[in-house]
């Protein structure tokens, strides 16, 4: 119920956006680093604001933690907002990602005490608000940045918040699937006009907003957190961090600013040769393997660490492959490629005796 709820909401509103963003200038520009043509709206995230903002007043009963991620999250969605359409410097992007996250601190959504290797307890009130303020940061920008091709950051957490109810349910964390489930049904209704050929997107005020409710109902499910209980939020989020990661070392590598965009990012490297749907379609699929591995994790901690590995393992040969951080980065292919062939072994011995 809630789900259609969001899903109509959404279906309804979009074209009515669409008509009004167009008339405010609220599209989206075309240069060199776009991959759209013509006047497409970018205030689609909108509609999936308010679908939840209804459905949150029409289904749940709010408490403190609820009203915080809802504080933070509309936040960033007005932060965004305002981004789409007269463009934030990214320092004060990030003053308001601090923001929310303080907020989120403030109604008891964060982490009391980190439990690492080796008995190592951390139980600092700095240093868990440090951590959460890094987390919220990280998972926002991360989110944001796979908004990149129609329907791919729509798909991704649609994948991502599914994988989290389906968690969910087995912890029996009642609080937190309903708010996963209205967002389902909200981004399932937004797909419907941003799947590829899109006529809309979802914007800065999409992602953020989206951003801050994944990395605020991931906090939501450990209060006192160990390396492992860290490993299933981050293994259904691992694809964009690697991704955001990979931008970070590519851009400090070329000594650009990390705010600096391009077209290096994996799904423009997906999409030059699999074009815009099938890559769309591949990264959905490989975020669901790794929502897979982080349930698999919760049954057999071996299957799910095994199935992590070697979506990795794949995952840097395709970034070694296409020089996504740096043509002279292929730490694993120069190893494989040295056991395989010993000439190369034999060349790269002579180098080392040439440069002592």
Wanted: positive net charge; charged residues 15%.
């Amino acid at each position: 119920m809630m789900a259609l709820c969001a899903f109509f909401i959404t279906v309804c509103l979009t074209p009515l956006i669409k008509w009004l963003s167009l008339r405010a200038n609220a599209y989206a520009k075309e240069n060199e680093r776009t991959v759209h043509h013509g006047k497409i709206s970018r205030i689609g995230g909108v509609g999936i604001y308010i679908a939840f903002c209804v459905c949150i007043g029409l289904f749940l009963d709010t408490d403190l933690a609820l009203i915080g991620m809802f504080a933070s999250a509309s936040i960033m969605f007005f932060t965004g907002l305002y981004d789409d359409f007269y463009e934030i410097k990214p320092k004060t992007k990030l003053f308001w990602q601090m923001a929310a996250s303080l907020l989120l601190i403030g109604s008891g959504v964060g982490v009391n005490s980190l439990h690492l290797p080796f008995g190592i307890v951390v139980n600092n009130w700095f240093v868990s608000c440090i951590f959460t303020m890094a987390w919220v940061v990280g998972i926002v920008n991360a989110i944001n940045l796979s908004d990149g091709l129609d329907g791919l950051a729509g798909g991704m957490c649609v994948v991502i918040f599914s994988v989290i109810t389906a968690i969910c349910i087995v912890d029996r964390r009642t609080d937190i699937i309903p708010v996963s489930v209205i967002l389902i049904g909200a981004l399932l209704g937004f797909l419907v006009y941003n799947a590829h050929p899109a006529s809309i997107f979802m914007g800065d005020c999409g992602s953020l907003f989206l951003g801050t409710i994944v990395a605020s109902i991931s906090l939501m499910g450990f209060k006192s957190s160990t390396i492992m209980t860290l490993a299933l939020p981050i293994l259904i989020l691992l694809l964009p961090i690697i991704d955001t990661f990979s931008a970070i070392l590519r851009r400090k590598l070329k000594g650009h600013s990390f705010s600096d965009a391009d077209k290096q990012h994996m799904h423009h490297q997906l999409m030059f040769r699999f074009g815009q749907q099938k890559t769309v379609i591949i990264m959905c699929a490989i975020t669901f393997l790794f929502g897979m591995s982080a349930f698999a994790y919760i049954y057999n901690r071996m299957l799910g660490l095994t199935a992590m590995a070697v979506l990795l393992l794949a995952i840097d040969i395709f970034i070694e492959k296409t020089g996504m951080i740096s043509p002279s980065y292929r730490p694993l292919l120069s190893i494989a490629n040295q056991l395989i062939n010993p000439s190369a072994r034999k060349k790269t011995a002579k180098k080392k005796q040439k440069s002592s």
